[in-house]
């Protein structure tokens, strides 16, 4: 089912070892400042990729539901735990170059610290632009490779690659920095428009972030952020896009088969377990604790 290479967060510690350790308090007040200053206050139906154990969807509270999609099972049940089954949340194992969703149906979506992991970030984009509705939302971060740190090292000759260059530097298997331009040029190629952006945690670095308060240095970081527009040299880059009016402006259902493309998913409750069957392949996807699971159809 897939064509592309998919960084997997199964059975990671990534929000406990990376999140949860208390040394990047900053990085993740930035990006609540961030996403306060960019995303729409309200909505219908957002959807969150690459939503991992849901560290940000709280921060979405205008949203009438929200829907947590990732790779990662094991991810996707610890954002569960958190946020509890009130019905608010829906929670989707799948691919994000093939989102198991009808076209046009949410009216936000967002990609946080995600697009970095792409190995085809035009494939992506132009699948997420497919679920959205025109005139939608559409919060994207990314890693940028023209950093002050990058440009310094290069300058310095401590680094080889240039951080100037449009390409893609993969400084681990999976793991990519993008040039702002190249973003952008991206987005305008696959149905959108850059409506604003903040530039984000310039103050990373281990010596500042022992020294001053996290909370002071976000402030610093938002006030710096303004300038986003105008240049792009922080660690990470938040832009808001639009989708353009293109397609169809009503979806055709909800769920959409991920291997026929098929919008017309019922649910099946057969003795053993509770499913989605596909009423044209006649695949057929799990619903396990709470988890809408398309990482792979159920044997027939
Ligand atoms: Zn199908």
Same mark, same amino acid.
């Given at each position: ?9 199964? =059975? ?129 971060? %990314?890693?940028?490779?023209? =950093? ?26 999976? =793991? ?20 604003? #952006? ?33 240049? #792009?040299?922080?660690?990470?880059? %938040?832009?808001?896009? #639009? ?50 699971? %398309? ?6």
């Amino acid at each position: 089912m897939n064509r592309h290479p998919i960084c997997d967060y199964e =059975n990671s510690d990534y929000q406990q070892s990376f999140w949860d350790s208390g040394t990047r308090r900053y990085e993740d007040l930035c990006e609540a400042r961030a996403i306060a200053r960019l995303m729409p206050r309200k909505g219908r139906l957002l959807l969150e990729l690459g939503a991992g154990t849901g560290r940000n969807t709280l921060r979405y509270q205008g949203y009438g539901k929200i829907v947590l999609l990732d790779y990662s099972r094991t991810q996707l049940r610890q954002a569960r735990e958190r946020l509890g089954d009130s019905g608010q949340f829906l929670f989707v194992a799948a691919d994000v170059y093939n989102i198991p969703f009808a076209s046009a149906l949410f009216d936000a979506a967002t990609m946080i610290r995600t697009l970095h992991h792409m190995a085809d970030p035009p494939a992506a984009l132009r699948e997420v632009r497919r679920v959205l509705a025109p005139q939608s939302a559409f919060l994207l971060e %990314f890693a940028n490779k023209r =950093n002050l740190k990058a440009i310094l090292r290069y300058l310095f000759r401590r680094q080889e690659w240039n951080p100037f260059a449009p390409d893609p530097i993969e400084y681990l298997p999976l =793991n990519f920095d993008f040039h702002p331009r190249s973003v952008r040029g991206w987005l305008s190629e696959n149905g959108f428009r850059v409506r604003d #952006q903040a530039t984000v945690s310039h103050f990373r670095i281990g010596l500042l972030k022992k020294a001053v308060p996290a909370g002071l240095l976000a402030y610093l970081d938002y006030l710096i952020g303004f300038t986003g527009n105008l240049c #792009q040299y922080s660690p990470s880059v %938040f832009v808001l896009a #639009q989708s353009d009016g293109a397609g169809p402006a009503e979806p055709a259902g909800f769920f959409q088969c991920p291997n026929c493309g098929n919008p017309d998913l019922k649910e099946d409750p057969p003795a053993s377990m509770l499913s989605l069957v596909c009423g044209e392949c006649k695949k057929r996807y799990a619903i396990r604790d709470g988890i809408y699971d %398309f990482k792979e159809s159920l044997p027939l």
